[in-house]
């Protein structure tokens, strides 16, 4: 069984130097597999590695992600069992969230892995993360991109990558809307499906930028720069809304103004597209946010990947929501 492994950096990749944690992939490619093969040691599995970034997720840029994408686009769809990511904690929502949206149809399963301490660590989940992944891959998951994390009550679940949290400060675990045990996934009955052998990763001609707010008292939208921008998002609070005063530095509206007099397209996620619940809301609606109703973190990739595709004003709209419907709404087959 062929597996494509890429290796990227992170905690997963990462070994204590100094006293401080510093990515090294090529070392942990060596580590990872011979403890996967040590552990496994019938499995009929060969893996075809990739190391295209070598650094911590927290440090990785929209260029990085160009090079992730440039590197998924050579693996043979029709030849792998799937795609293995090892890949950072503290990005990698962002990662699973924009990779749902650049392989939305993709035939083959893309499970993103990663660790709470260096492979070398007595306590880290590195291992027994990635022999979830495998056993996933060997187990014929549905295509699709997904993560998989054993947490700290030592149950290891699947989570859809277009859905999964931020991991929180000063928490070691991951949680999604469908997250699911990975026992309960392997007993799942299975169908097997015929791949989709033309799916080809679309090529990506851009580096266009995509601002992200998070909102707090005190952001000053006169201030935030615009320059070289294709799209803003704006994150809401937890009741879909933000400072919508009229006439202050401190309201979206200023930011509209100044987006609209450029061009821009200002979206706010997660708001409702149907109605708003408070006013403030229901405000920037009416004078031009667009509201995208998804998870922040899946309205962000969307639109980033949606800008390097070349994609303007309702195109935008139109391709963020598409794929937003198409990633989530089967958010949770589990295999074929």
């Known amino acids: 069984m062929r597996i494509d492994l890429i290796l990227t950096g992170g905690t997963i990749c990462s070994f204590e130097t100094d006293g401080t944690r510093r990515a090294d992939a090529a070392r942990a490619r060596s580590l990872l597999e011979s403890q996967y093969f040590a552990a496994h040691p019938d499995a009929d599995v060969q893996f ?10 927290e440090d990785l ?37 924009m990779l749902s949206a650049a392989l939305a149809g993709i035939p083959v399963p893309v499970i993103l892995v990663s660790a ?100 707090y008292n005190g952001l000053r939208y006169d201030k935030v720069p615009l320059d070289d921008t294709a799209a803003v998002l704006q994150m809401t609070y937890h009741s879909e809304t933000a400072n919508a005063r009229q006439d202050s530095p401190y309201s979206v509206h200023t930011l509209l103004c100044r987006a609209k007099a450029g061009g821009i397209p200002v979206y706010l996620a997660p708001c409702s597209e149907e109605s708003q619940t408070y006013g403030s809301a229901r405000d920037l609606v009416q004078a031009g946010a667009v509201p995208l ?19 303007t004003g309702d195109a935008l709209t139109a391709f963020v929501r598409e794929t937003a419907q198409r990633v989530t709404e089967n958010s949770f087959r589990c295999c074929m």
């Not at 109703?293 to 994609?311: D, E, I, K």
């Open 116 to 215: 709470m301490a260096p492979p070398q660590h007595p306590r880290t989940n590195a291992h027994a993360n990635f022999a979830a992944a495998v056993s996933l891959l060997q187990a014929r998951l549905a295509g699709g991109v997904y993560v998989v994390s054993r947490n700290t009550d030592g149950i290891t679940y699947l989570h859809a990558g277009a859905l999964l949290r931020r991991c929180l400060n000063g928490s070691e675990d991951f949680f999604s809307d469908t997250m699911q045990p990975l026992d309960a996934v392997l007993a799942a009955p299975r169908v097997r499906g015929q791949k989709n052998t033309r799916f080809a990763l679309r090529a990506t001609e851009y580096e266009r930028a995509v601002t992200l707010l998070y909102p």
């Open 61 to 97: 840029t929209p260029g990085d992600w160009h090079v992730l994408l440039r590197a998924l686009s050579e693996i043979p769809t029709d030849e792998t069992a799937g795609i293995l990511i090892a890949h950072g904690t503290d990005t990698l929502e962002q990662t699973a969230a």
């Open 293 to 311: 109703c998804m998870p922040a973190p899946l309205a962000y990739g969307a639109l980033w990947v949606g800008a390097q595709y070349g994609f």
């Open 48 to 57: 075809h590695t990739q190391m295209p970034l070598d650094r911590l997720s």
